[in-house]
């Protein structure tokens, strides 16, 4: 079985036994608020993405929430006026946007595909990608961010959540104990694989960072954040940095 089947099997898990935070769609008051103009989105766990992010109007704006499945920013930004994609490999994120859809009355075209293998679209069809954390479920990333600005168009608009190192070092029974060394690559060292968290990978931030750069996008913005738990999180050190960038 492919390391991405057995990656969206361990996340209908979480999502059905242990609520998970990525799975969990939003309710009818926060599509009425965006439709009022209240509105936020995480791209990283515990902060919101600041609206200068975004263009003043969102109305017509072509958006893929890339592995963004759920239920939880396609809705918002479908409020605001965008017309949207969503990829993703899970069913269960997948049924989460077409419930979220049929409640709200909106139109979302709902493609489930696997974001480590080509995208299946059209060069320059979005002016913007939307991507939570989920770069850590493939193995290879700058192969995605080619992808990614193949279908975006010319300044059209990448924020990417990227994950430190730092989760994959340590114990996550304890995480003041340094026990892993890096890459982190359950594929190349399979005594690292646990069945509940399925195959995970650490990406250095010179892959991630220069992988967007090599791919034709310029940094505009970041900021970090944290875990949102743990005590990584009680330390308040940085376990993720969003950034936006732009394809030129």
């Not at 609520?19 to 995480?42: E, L, Q, T, Y």
């Not at 939307?130 to 924020?159: A, D, H, Q, T, W």
């Amino acid at each position: 079985m492919l390391y991405q089947d057995v990656n969206a099997r361990t996340i209908s898990k979480w999502i059905k036994e242990d609520g998970w935070k990525w799975g969990v769609p939003v309710d009818s008051s926060v599509c009425h608020d965006a439709r009022n103009g209240i509105w936020d989105v995480f791209l990283t766990p515990v902060k919101t993405v600041p609206h200068s992010w975004f263009p003043q109007s969102l109305e017509g704006v072509r958006i893929l929430g890339l592995a963004s499945g759920g239920g939880q920013q396609i809705p918002v930004f479908s409020a605001l006026g965008a017309i949207c994609t969503v990829l993703d490999y899970n069913d269960d994120q997948l049924e989460a946007e077409r419930m979220v859809a049929k409640r709200e009355g909106y139109d979302v075209d709902i493609v489930k595909a696997d974001m480590s293998k080509p995208l299946p679209f059209e060069d320059e069809s979005f002016d913007m990608i939307f991507n939570p954390p989920s770069l850590c479920y493939i193995e290879k990333v700058e192969p995605l961010f080619l992808e990614c600005s193949r279908v975006l168009k010319r300044n059209g608009v990448m924020m990417t959540a990227l994950e430190s190192d730092v989760n994959y070092i340590s114990d996550p029974e304890d995480e003041g104990r340094i026990v892993h060394s890096l890459p982190f690559s359950p594929l190349e060292n399979p005594e690292l694989y646990k069945e509940k968290d399925g195959f995970q990978f650490s990406h250095s931030f010179s892959e991630q960072i220069g992988g967007l750069i090599r791919a034709g996008f310029t940094l505009t913005d970041v900021y970090e954040d944290t875990n949102g738990y743990g005590l990584l999180h009680e330390l308040n050190i940085p376990s993720f940095m969003a950034v936006r960038t732009v394809k030129k």
